[in-house]
């Protein structure tokens, strides 16, 4: 028998999870908006829900009619694997802009050029050393002010992300972004001509090397990949940087220690040579772990293609799948410490496969782009960490308490001091 939230549920539930996600996706797309949008509670509000809905069904997937239609909500462990296990065919992507709607044939080729151009599952790409080049550059800039807030990181962040996609050429092209939403034709007759130009490092250079369309800009008559589309989605990727980079330095500032510690490894890391400089493996540690506490996508969605079967009960295709992802990987009922920041968790290969906690989703779905955001990420921790010692102005973080259920990227202040 199917389970379904009842009316109250109901209610609860789009006042403490679905609306508050429509506002966070509202506002994700005006990076100027006061910051507080969400309110700090609102994900404890959200958990809460969630853990009752859970209880009350016996933790199967409960069906849910929300703001914009039913959705079946994945609630327990022992579905999650299932959820990951699905066959990328059968369960694709609802956002838009992803590839869920794609023709299989195209989808399965833009995967493919994202697997190579993004060397996914390789620890350190190849470029590395360039890469490592532009990071040190920019991360100059990032630390020239004595402090960090968002407006500083983000203007360095996309610098970087334009020199590593496009290439140095493109680096003072801030008006790229705002061309690649508005002007897609426009857009693809100036990221032709940085492909130009882009040096055989870059991402673009790299899927010039693999795909045939990348020479030039898509039209009705070109098959394959969208080379405007492919660069949208890869700068896009770099948007999530900033507040990433924010939140592990805030966790590393109320957590001494474990800044000391990465810093040396920041240092050793200054003296090695080729691989080794990238990494960084507890760094790395810390910005997995800050993503636990912090996903940048809170809930994955799946459309269901094919009618699929949850715990004995028959769903049609279409069905709308939901997994709350920063409910589970902050569920104190099966993930240990569920509210510290704790980046020793990650040392154990066994935390990357455990399908609770998810940073970059798992099995056919997951992101390609993992190792590459990993190495940027840690890599600017490290340029900022190796000398300079980061202090939280605001806010402040107990580092004995339970940490904040939500951490506005807006509202983070840190000092930088000289070691």
Do not use: N
């Not at 022992?78 to 709607?101: K, M, N």
């Not at 801030?174 to 897609?184: K, W």
């Not at 990357?352 to 798992?362: K, L, N, T």
């Amino acid at each position: 028998m199917t389970a379904r939230a009842g009316r109250g549920e109901i209610a609860r539930f789009a006042a403490a999870h679905t609306l508050p996600a429509l506002v966070r996706g509202f506002v994700s797309a005006r990076p100027r908006t006061a910051r507080g949008h969400a309110g700090p509670d609102r994900p404890r509000w959200s958990a809460a829900t969630l853990r009752a809905l859970r209880d009350r069904h016996g933790g199967a997937p409960v069906l849910v009619r929300g703001l914009t239609g039913t959705v079946l909500l994945i609630l327990d462990p022992q579905d999650i694997r299932q959820f990951y296990a699905e066959p990328v065919g059968s369960l694709g992507r609802a956002a838009a802009g992803t590839d869920g709607c794609a023709h299989a044939g195209l989808r399965d080729e833009r995967r493919a050029v994202d697997d190579s151009v993004l060397a996914a599952g390789l620890t350190v790409h190849p470029s590395c050393g360039a890469f490592l080049s532009v990071l040190t550059d920019e991360a100059r800039r990032l630390t020239a002010g004595g402090s960090l807030e968002l407006a500083r990181v983000r203007h360095s962040v996309a610098r970087a992300a334009r020199r590593i996609v496009l290439g140095d050429a493109a680096a003072e092209d801030a008006e790229l972004g705002r061309r690649l939403g508005r002007f897609h034709e426009k857009a693809g007759a100036r990221i032709a001509a940085y492909a130009d130009l882009a040096e055989p490092h870059t991402l673009i250079g790299r899927a010039r090397r693999h795909a045939e369309p990348f020479r030039g800009p898509a039209g009705p008559d070109r098959a394959g990949p969208d080379p405007v589309g492919q660069v949208r989605q890869w700068l896009a990727a770099f948007d999530l940087v900033p507040g990433v980079l924010l939140r592990t330095l805030l966790l590393l500032g109320a957590h001494p220690a474990e800044q000391d510690a990465v810093a040396a490894e920041a240092r050793a890391a200054g003296w090695a040579q080729g691989a080794a400089q990238g990494a960084l493996p507890r760094l790395r540690a810390c910005v997995r772990e800050s993503l636990r506490l912090y996903p940048a996508v809170p809930d994955l969605i799946r459309i269901t293609r094919a009618e699929t079967e949850w715990r004995g009960v028959r769903h049609p295709a279409g069905t709308c799948v939901v997994l709350p992802v920063l409910f589970h990987q902050r569920d104190p009922e099966h993930v240990p410490a569920a509210h510290v920041f704790v980046p020793g968790r990650w040392a154990s290969r066994e935390a990357d496969r455990d399908v609770r906690m998810a940073p970059f989703s798992h099995a056919g779905g997951r992101c390609p782009g993992e190792q590459l955001g990993l190495l940027v990420t840690a890599a600017l921790c490290a340029e900022v960490l190796r000398g300079h010692r980061v202090r939280p102005v605001r806010p402040l973080l107990d580092p004995l308490g339970p940490l904040p259920a939500a951490l506005d990227p807006q509202g983070i202040r840190l000092r930088l001091t000289r070691r």
